[in-house]
């Protein structure tokens, strides 16, 4: 069997189907819309995933994220209650710990932040001032726009200098000209040094940025600040003293961030009294993320895989019927002298051909209809190349499969008798 | 070359109906030798499109023995009997059996197809074989509109193209006119003087009467046999 023999045989198929074109196009119109809803389905399944995916990233696979949160009341000594000042959170000595013992740590970045009134000339805002350590640049990845992060040198110099997002620059009314500016933050006038862009961390995903951060050297906030914050709370004003709102840590690979953040949760109960931390693992949600998705996919496929099944039977209904309406034409070939084998693949390549028609009409129709979701409804959507290559391979080879018994039906025919047939 | 072709012993057929068992041969001795011109005779019922599809190898007798140029071919499987009706038979029918949706080019290719001929030589010989039968201005008409004779001679020049040796002709003429009809046994007449083994199956005596031997069947048995004085 040549390879020029099946071009021959496919044309002859396609021929035989331009003749009947109501029929080929009722054939295939059950593969097209069976494979254009397999690859929207995928499309729209694979859009939301890759949009959760993306905003856990941000965060860092290999990072941990420690967190301050002020334990249940119910769990808080009667005596600390009726004091103005209320104590927890993540201590200094939290940080120096998991640096110290915790293996796998690469580095730890201490946060402290406080909401300060920042003045730009007329303009007021309210910011989060991020009291942190340079690393922090590198763990929280975003991108400089303007002048320079936090370096070593602002540590020791203890200057009074920060970094604003590219949001509190645009509140402040200012661009890129405020690098070099004063901002007064808090009262105590500071020096931006750069501009960083930041995220709108949308959906669930919480990031360790907000949009309206400053950033200035950890020391230079204790010195001006202090350590006690004051937070005005329903009707009253409550102190608080949390020395740092936010460890992160960093791990050296993928493999050791599970047991890494098993180890500084153990060690942390034995150092806490109370749960006035909590501990975040981008990668674990990640993970979740990804059985979301599959789970969600699988069941968007095999929905959309019923709808080709479907698109299947109706090629074999019409290939069954076109066997005994061919019955004297398969007879007489025979007589001729096309073997057994000769039908069955003139059969097969009919159905195909039909179905990798409908196939392509599908893959065109699929990858319109994302398209349309996303101009219409805004929601993301993504088709993943491997998604065009799945469905369609499966809408030939479902043409195959239900192209399979009416061409055995057809060379199964006694050559004799098909001849007799009307 | 009177060396025979074609060798029937006792060759009998019986088709089962339900639980009947219908006897269409009952015991056929033939020979046939290269280049003769046979008519099969007889009433309707006699047995002799069983005959004639034995020899074709479309069906395979019940009990007894077939050579096909000193093969015996009455055992071979459906493959076997395939390529040797595409390689070395060519058929001719009563209702000429071309496939409608085809031109009549691409009817009369149709065995070169299945013989994998390129298409470029395949195209080439049917042309020429449309030629032959006068038909080289119908080549891509489709066989509904071509008259009765028009479409006889198509399906003579299809079991042409591929050179066989033997021509197998079942009641050739019985769908034409008897002016049409006189055309066709021309055209096989011709073939016969070519040198091509002729069996044709009919029930016209005055079509029997251009073959050169006339075989006489009555109920799945050979009645007589007539030669033509030479």
């Known amino acids: 069997m040549t390879a020029a023999r099946l071009l021959r045989l496919a044309r002859m198929g396609l021929k035989d189907m331009l003749r009947h074109k109501m029929r080929a196009f009722l054939t295939t119109l059950g593969v097209v819309f069976g494979v254009a809803s397999v690859i929207a389905m995928l499309a729209v399944g694979e859009g939301a995933s890759r949009q959760a995916l993306l905003q856990i990233s941000r965060l860092g696979a290999r990072n941990l994220i420690l967190y301050s949160q002020k334990p249940a009341a119910d769990t808080q000594p009667a005596a600390s209650q009726s004091s103005m000042l209320a104590l927890y959170g993540l201590q200094y000595e939290d940080e120096l710990r998991i640096r110290e013992s915790i293996p796998g740590v690469v580095r730890t970045v201490p946060v402290r932040w406080m909401r300060k009134e920042t003045w730009y000339r007329d303009r007021k805002l309210e910011l989060r001032l991020v009291a942190t350590t340079p690393d922090w640049f590198d763990l929280v990845n975003r991108p400089l726009l303007a002048g320079r992060v936090l370096t070593a040198d602002d540590m020791t110099r203890r200057e009074p200098v920060c970094v604003l997002t590219e949001y509190g620059a645009r509140r402040l009314l200012a661009g890129t000209e405020i690098v070099g500016e004063i901002v007064s933050i808090g009262n105590v006038p500071f020096r931006v040094v750069g501009i960083v862009r930041n995220e709108e961390s949308a959906g669930a995903v919480q990031t360790p940025d907000l949009p309206t951060d400053a950033y200035t050297p950890l020391p230079v906030c204790r010195e001006r600040f202090g350590d006690i914050t004051v937070v005005a709370e329903t009707g009253s004003r409550a102190m608080e003293l949390v020395p740092l709102h936010q460890i992160l840590v960093e791990i050296r690979s993928l493999e050791e961030v599970e047991p890494a953040a098993r180890a500084i949760e153990t060690m942390l109960r034995r150092f806490h009294k109370r749960e006035d931390y909590r501990l975040s693992v981008p990668l674990a949600l990640l993970r979740e993320a990804e059985t979301t998705r599959r789970t969600f996919n699988i069941v968007l496929g095999s929905i959309a895989g019923i709808s080709l099944l479907v698109g299947g039977i109706g090629i074999m209904n019409i290939m069954l019927a076109s066997v005994t309406e061919r019955t004297r034409e398969i007879g007489i070939r025979r007589a001729i002298g096309a073997r057994r084998s000769h039908i069955i693949l003139q059969f097969l390549v009919e159905t195909s051909v039909l179905s990798g028609i409908g196939g392509i009409i599908g893959l065109a129709l699929g990858m319109m209809i994302p398209l349309l979701i996303t101009r219409l409804s805004g929601m993301p959507t993504y088709i993943p190349p491997w998604s065009l290559l799945l469905s369609f391979s499966i809408s030939v080879l479902i043409g195959i499969v239900f192209g399979l018994y009416p061409a055995l039906q057809a060379a199964r025919l006694d050559p004799i008798e098909a001849l007799r047939h009307e | ?230």
């Open chain 2, 1 to 230: 070359m009177t060396d025979t072709v074609i060798r029937l012993e006792s060759v009998v057929k019986i088709y089962r109906i339900g639980t009947v068992d219908v006897p269409a041969l009952r015991g056929i001795s033939l020979e046939f030798l290269r280049g003769s011109f046979t008519a099969i005779m007889g009433p309707s019922g006699s047995g002799k499109s069983t005959l004639l599809n034995v020899i074709g190898c479309l069906d395979r007798p019940t009990s007894g023995r077939y050579f096909l140029e000193g093969r015996d071919v009455a055992g071979l499987d459906d493959n076997a009997r395939s390529d040797l009706r595409l390689h070395h038979l060519g058929f001719v029918f009563q209702s000429f059996n071309l496939i409608p949706q085809l031109t009549v080019l691409e009817n009369v290719e149709l065995p070169l197809f299945y013989q994998d001929i390129p298409p470029t030589e395949s195209r080439q010989r049917a042309l020429e074989m449309l030629e032959m039968v006068g038909l080289s201005d119908r080549t891509h008409h489709r066989p509904v509109e071509l008259s009765g004779g028009q479409q006889q001679r198509a399906a003579i020049a299809r079991a042409l193209t591929t050179n066989p040796s033997f021509i197998l002709a079942d009641e050739p003429t019985g769908n034409l006119d008897s002016a049409t009809g006189q055309q066709i046994m021309e055209l096989l007449a011709n073939l016969h003087q070519r040198g091509r083994t002729i069996v044709m199956v009919t029930h016209e005596p005055d079509i029997a009467a251009w073959a050169k031997r006339r075989v006489l069947m009555r109920d799945g048995l050979v009645h007589a046999i007539q030669d033509s004085i030479p």
